[in-house]
């Protein structure tokens, strides 16, 4: 006897929705994007770095003393850390925060009250770690700071749509590499994010990027340099927005080691990216595009070293660029708003790795080791 079953309908369960105006309107309209294209700003120049890092308690014990839970997002990079309130921490805090985000590439803190204490404290915690970087074309708040970097996606300003017009906006990096001495521990604070889900970032690990390339092969990277340029964003800018394009500064174009050495940590890192990394120092350009090819590819594609964050209002993402890459998603729909601020400190000039002959550490490799690749 066949048995009849009557499917009961389940009620569905309440969807989250982020914080927004029942207007429409910005949740943070002081933070809205500003862009001047008579606007001009002069390079920072050589600058003696010290990393706070160096000062750090390896405990953390100032970061984290009223840390409620720590929980890493992927083995290799991204932690995200409950209970911390940053605009609360000391000096001691800071340099802690430094050395932290150094060691697990990036940080995640949520519920901050970051976003609401104002462009001059903000920026006075953020150039704990050195002196702030103002973007060449980026907007910044019409309210004033031009170390506010704007980062804003919305129907009423499609500029970074049109940018990524006919191409895709996962584009690994990290940013300003063309700069003498690029950026280190950098925050985004997300002000307001798209309705749903969505506007995440990826993170990677460049150390890890690094550690995973067979010994041999690294040993033939350390000492190469590459060079870095900003042209392509510079022809973006000037191709989508004529008149009205941004160009507060020259083009960059600088020279750095394809593998350097972080101050603190002393890990090595691969630092080449397919934003502003165009070519090997000394190759000819087949066996250039060649090698960094496949490099952008390996740090594209394994996923085994990556993570992302999802931001709400109040999120702040703090990360080390010497250290990760990271990139955009822009995977939510045209026209909703993401809108954030970024506040860049450049560090050090980037340390080359030392060129060093086999030493063994192949064998040390246990993973390797036991699977006969030495």
Known sequence: MTQTVTAVP???????????????????????????????????????????????DPTLSNLLSTATKVVDLSPHVGTE?????????????????AVYAAQRGALVFRDQDFGDIGFEKQKEIVRHFGPLHIHGWAPH??????????????????????SWKGRSPVQWHSDQTPE??????????????????????????SVQAYKSLSPRFRKRLEGLTAIHSNNDGVSQELKNNGEAAVM?????????????????????????????????????????????????????KRQDFQC????????????DQRVVHHSQTLDYPAGERRHAFRLTPLANKPIPAKVEEDDGECQRDVARAQLGLC
């Open 308 to 319: 992302r964050v999802r931001y709400e209002t109040g999120t702040v993402l703090v990360w």
């Open 248 to 300: 507060r500064r020259q083009e960059l174009v600088q020279e750095h080691p394809v593998v350097i050495v972080h101050p603190v940590t002393k890990e090595k890192a691969l630092y080449v990216n397919p934003v502003y990394t165009k070519s090997i120092v000394g190759f000819d350009q087949e066996e250039s595009d060649y090698l960094l090819k496949f490099l952008f590819d390996h740090i594209a």
């Open 10 to 56: 389940v009620a569905p369960k309440a969807k989250a929705v982020r914080a927004k105006n029942p207007d429409g309107s910005a949740l943070y309209p002081e933070y809205l994007p500003f862009y001047d294209p008579l606007e001009k700003v002069e390079d920072i120049g050589e600058f003696q770095h010290f990393d706070p890092g160096h000062r750090a």
């Open 180 to 205: 003498p001495q690029p950026p280190g521990t950098t925050f985004i604070c997300m002000l307001e994010s798209p309705e749903a889900a969505g506007g995440d970032t990826l993170v990677s690990s």
């Open 81 to 97: 850390v409950f209970g911390v309130q940053l605009s609360q921490l000391s000096p001691a805090g800071l340099d802690e925060l």
């Open 141 to 162: 708040p019409a309210g004033g700071s031009p170390e506010h970097m704007i980062i804003y996606d919305h129907a009423d300003d499609l500029r970074v749509r049109k």
